[in-house]
């Protein structure tokens, strides 16, 4: 079973363009949503977090969504550029659950010059 | 200041085979995972470790057998390889400290390709 569903599994954006990427959830005890970042060859790091008491995170270029009533967030990668082009895994743990990520199934993003 | 390491990085073996892979993290963190990444499956848990001597089984441990006889080793052992088993190998670590959940560190990932 998958309780992390990710979306698009791939998305090719022009420069300067708007990247999305979707993850719904099923399991209402999941309380911390971070997103990793993974170039190849290389394992995957975090890029930015956010916990359901708040809507909307932004840092730099990169902004999560969250909507806790549809048991969904996205991640907005505003100003695209080629050097974005990566991976991109959303996750979900919850509090008292030695830390465990359950991760979705990751979105490769392709920008174009 | 090495971080997280993994060795080999690379490895080929036969079915049947016995094969350890190692993690080696320096930041005395007290967790510890496995992870197993599959095109279209994303990262898989195998193991995770709350601490040294504790140890348990993440959402695919089947064929996998785990030791933590020290906070900074975190070694995977497939015992029995089999073609399925084919895959990148990732580990992590993560502190457990206020925080309700503290971020995840992964080393490099080691490719084991099963013949």
């Known amino acids: 079973q998958q309780q992390v569903k990710q979306s698009p599994q791939s998305l090719i954006v022009q420069k300067g363009g708007i990247s999305i990427i979707n993850c719904a959830y099923e399991?209402?005890?999941?309380?911390?949503f971070p997103w990793y970042q993974q170039f190849p060859g290389k394992g995957p790091a975090l890029l930015i977090a956010?916990?359901?008491?708040?809507s909307e995170k932004k840092e730099g270029r990169f902004t999560i969504s969250f909507n806790k009533s549809a048991k969904q967030f996205s991640l907005h990668i505003m100003d695209s550029q080629p050097g974005d082009s990566a991976t991109y895994f959303c996750?979900?743990?919850?509090?008292?659950?030695?830390?465990?990520?359950?991760f979705g199934a990751g979105t490769r993003l392709a920008v174009h010059p | 200041d090495a971080g997280i390491t993994q060795s080999p990085r690379y490895k080929i073996t036969e079915t049947g085979r016995q094969v350890t892979l190692m993690c080696h993290q320096t930041?005395?963190?007290?967790?510890m995972f496995w992870y197993r990444q599959d095109l279209g499956h994303g990262l898989r848990l195998i193991y995770y470790?709350?601490?040294?001597?504790?140890?348990d089984k993440g959402e695919v441990p089947d064929g996998y057998v785990v030791s933590r006889s020290k906070t900074e080793n975190f070694p995977l052992t497939l015992e029995s390889a089999t073609r399925s088993q084919t895959s990148v190998y990732f580990c992590?670590?993560?502190?457990?400290?206020?925080?309700?959940?503290?971020?995840?560190?992964f080393g490099p990932g080691t490719r084991l390709l099963v013949l």
């Open positions: 992590a670590s993560s502190d457990s400290g206020p925080k309700l959940q503290e971020t995840q560190y």
């Open positions: 399991n209402t005890a999941f309380d911390y």
């Open positions: 956010i916990r359901p008491d708040v």
């Open positions: 996750a979900a743990s919850k509090t008292g659950g030695y830390n465990k990520l359950i």
């Open positions: 930041w005395s963190h007290s967790y």
């Open positions: 470790s709350a601490a040294a001597d504790i140890t």
